[in-house]
């Protein structure tokens, strides 16, 4: 029988650097590129998208994603700052204290020109973020035969109907952080967007589990307990919770048009918060940390 070939992940959008200044260490991060980097790490076949600054953070951020196995063939390096976020780990959780607003990333946006389309399409799946400035992209990516997955975070403007709008029509699946909701409550937000066109929405309510919903099935997951060993951080357990869930549901049969069984969205929530729980003992979003460069101007810490 012909083995079948890896699930092919693409991170289109975002990356940053995620200063711990209680640490006094930079990491790599960003939300299109912590999913591409998850997935890679679930036996996934995974590349990143997006664009890098020219200065020298911009080269760790890049260095790093292509060390921790994740090529970056396509990306583009343009003229200007990195993103960097800062923040601070208290009891575990990490709590974000400010940005730069993402830089060059953010301010000049990876597009689908250049011939980028036609590369997207050599994927199974294509994830992007409210991070990557990626909407007016969207209906480009739905044109072609991809999944596309979305993550909307935790603000609430990119709940409102305008917003949601712009994304949902060409999202296979959307991610919603609900930590701190009610479950009525965060099964009406998701309801919200599957009815504004998502194939699937998916909540994550960090201790008190996940959610999910496609217009027929709600289904609902607990967290996974910890073991015995000490919490490092909560720095990327979203992205790991939605990089389990596509890599298991894709390997289920999900595919676009395809409807998935409520097993196989019980199955892959369960993947989600395991590879939820097994982030929380990873330092950083996937380690590569190294010290904040004594050179570093005050605004930016």
């Not at 079948?4 to 992940?9: A, E, T």
């Not at 995620?18 to 997935?39: C, E, K, S």
């Not at 990557?132 to 480009?140: F, G, I, Q, V």
């Not at 949601?164 to 919200?192: K, N, Q, T, W």
């Amino acid at each position: 029988m012909k083995a079948r070939s890896p699930m092919r992940v693409l991170g289109f959008g975002d990356n940053i650097v995620d200063r711990f200044l209680d640490r006094a260490i930079d990491y790599p991060g960003g939300n299109a590129v912590n999913v591409a980097v998850y997935t890679r790490r679930l036996g996934a076949h995974a590349e990143y998208l997006g664009v890098f600054g020219d200065d020298e953070l911009g080269r760790f951020v890049r260095a790093s994603i292509e060390d921790a196995g994740v090529p970056t063939p396509r990306s583009v390096v343009r003229a200007g700052e990195s993103g960097v976020t800062c923040l601070r780990v208290i009891d575990g959780d990490r709590v974000f204290l400010g940005w730069n607003g993402g830089g060059v990333t953010v301010q000049q946006p990876i597009d689908l020109s250049d011939d980028r389309a036609a590369y997207v399409s050599a994927f199974d799946l294509v994830h992007s973020s409210v991070y990557s400035r990626t909407e007016e992209e969207l209906p480009k990516l739905r044109s072609r035969d991809v999944l596309v997955t979305f993550d909307l975070s935790s603000e609430p403007e990119f709940r409102e109907p305008s917003y949601l709008d712009r994304v949902a029509p060409y999202a296979d699946l959307v991610l919603l952080s609900c930590s701190g909701m009610a479950e009525a409550e965060s099964f009406a937000i998701l309801e919200d967007a599957v009815a504004r066109g998502a194939g699937i929405a998916l909540g994550t309510r960090g201790t008190d589990g996940a959610v999910a919903v496609d217009g027929v099935a709600r289904i609902t997951v607990p967290a996974e307990p910890v073991d015995d060993r000490e919490i490092i951080d909560t720095m990327g357990c979203g992205d790991a919770f939605v990089a389990g869930f596509i890599v298991d549901l894709y390997g289920s049969g999900w595919r676009r048009g395809t409807q998935a069984t409520a097993s196989d969205l019980h199955s892959a929530l369960r993947a989600g918060a395991i590879a939820a729980r097994d982030q929380c003992f990873i330092e950083g979003a996937f380690g590569h940390g190294r010290p904040i460069d004594e050179d570093t101007p005050v605004s930016m810490l």
